[in-house]
């Protein structure tokens, strides 16, 4: 039976086409909260205080990036898909718990569930799809896989914003997280079959020398992965302080929940389609140049936003930010998979997501005790420095490749 596997992307289509479908129902459990959650916050809470805000984003952060840790380490013992399922057991209170929250600590332990469920569902569907392509459509495989869950969360921010315009924010835009839970799971239990036997099949073939010390090497001593490792961390940072803040700085400037719904949108939306081409650039452009110049974007365009707050600037700089993103997102996946041995990928893939998904929390914390000391637009700024400066590490410090 063995004999009979093969790696690639046209090879196993059928089963990453499922892949890349259940992960669009992971990013859309992401989406739920893109827009809304400010104004939710302090209508339903009172919640005026930008750091006490931002604390579901720090719950969020600091969950999902342990449990892609363990995701990573536990992949092999205990199989892809049986994690995947148990992601999706874990989202199925989400919406509920966000309905029916009397208060924010309900909405903090949600969010809590709601990083266990991305940690669990979105790092076993990046490893299960590198593990059917092998090496040759690395690149383009982390495209897919990034655009499926980006363009979902994009278009989730969307829909949530119309929906709380006309109806409030709570709870009909919460509905949409019962369905793509239970769709998500069903999904996943009837159509997803485990890929540990790949890595079996590419591990007699490759190259690559195994790691001393996985956590240390990805995190730290590598030079190649450590780079990229610190450019993901910075990236979610970045990522984290736009979900809180930009929302919370387009109601200072009196903008309504479809407008914020759409300028929310359009960031994780061109961030989504954009890796179906940056996600194969990475296949044959250099790695090293892709990761400095989309992070070097992303600093920039953050730069511009407390300067121009017209719909249409704020709209194009979210498009830039969402480049910059694309150029890098599947790049940083593919460049690890690609430095680390086949039975190692999916530990260092966790370091990896582990502190880029701290990101998030540590970019929640910073971005709002600036926020509430000097003004959102300082702490604006403060995160486009950081950005830039983690574009000279990539420079400077990784090897060409």
Do not use: C
């Not at 093969?6 to 990453?16: R, S, T, Y």
């Not at 720090?58 to 148990?86: D, Q």
């Not at 092998?134 to 994009?154: H, P, Q, S």
Request: hydrophobic share 50%; aromatic share 12%.
């Amino acid at each position: 039976m063995k004999d009979n596997i093969k790696l690639g992307l046209k090879e196993n289509w059928p089963q990453f086409t499922i892949l890349v479908i259940v992960n669009a129902f992971v990013g859309g459990m992401v989406g739920l909260e893109r827009t809304i959650i400010p104004k939710f916050a302090e209508l339903e809470f009172g919640i005026a205080s930008k750091t006490a805000i931002l604390s579901f984003i720090v719950a969020f952060g600091v969950t999902k990036a342990i449990t892609n840790y363990f995701t990573g380490k536990l992949a092999n013992r205990f199989g892809r898909k049986n994690l995947l399922v148990l992601g999706w057991i874990i989202a199925l209170p989400i919406p509920l718990l966000l309905i029916y929250a009397p208060s924010w600590n309900w909405v903090i332990f949600a969010n809590i569930l709601l990083g266990i469920n991305q940690g669990l569902t979105w790092s076993s569907t990046v490893v299960m799809k590198i593990d059917l392509v092998g090496d040759k459509n690395r690149g383009l495989a982390m495209g897919i896989n990034e655009f499926a869950g980006y363009f979902a969360v994009g278009v989730v921010a969307f829909l949530t914003g119309i929906i709380a315009q006309r109806y409030g924010v709570t709870p009909y835009p919460f509905y949409l997280g019962i369905g793509i839970a239970i769709i998500g799971l069903l999904l996943t239990v009837f159509f997803v079959k485990d890929t540990r036997k790949f890595v079996d099949k590419e591990q007699k073939s490759t190259e690559t020398n195994t790691l001393e010390n996985v956590f240390l090497e990805t995190s730290f001593k590598d030079k190649t992965l450590s780079s990229i490792t610190q450019a993901g961390l910075v990236n979610n940072l970045n990522d984290g302080m736009i979900w809180g803040l930009l929302p919370i700085l387009l109601l200072s400037i009196s903008y309504d929940s479809k407008s914020i719904g759409i300028i929310a949108a359009i960031y994780p939306a061109v961030w989504g389609i954009g890796q179906l081409f940056t996600g194969k650039m990475a296949d044959h452009y250099s790695k090293k140049g892709m990761l400095f110049w989309g992070m070097l974007l992303q600093g920039l365009a953050i730069l511009l936003i407390p300067y121009f707050t017209g719909f249409y600037q704020l709209a194009s700089i979210a498009a830039l930010l969402g480049l910059g993103t694309a150029l890098v997102y599947p790049t940083f996946l593919s460049a690890i998979a690609e430095a680390t041995s086949p039975k190692q990928r999916a530990e260092s893939i966790g370091v990896f997501r582990l502190w880029r998904d701290l990101g998030y929390a540590i970019g929640a914390i910073v971005s709002g005790v600036i926020a509430d000391l000097f003004g959102v637009e300082y702490a604006v700024l403060t995160i486009g420095v950081l950005t830039v400066l983690s574009s000279l590490v990539i420079q400077f410090r990784m090897p060409k490749g």
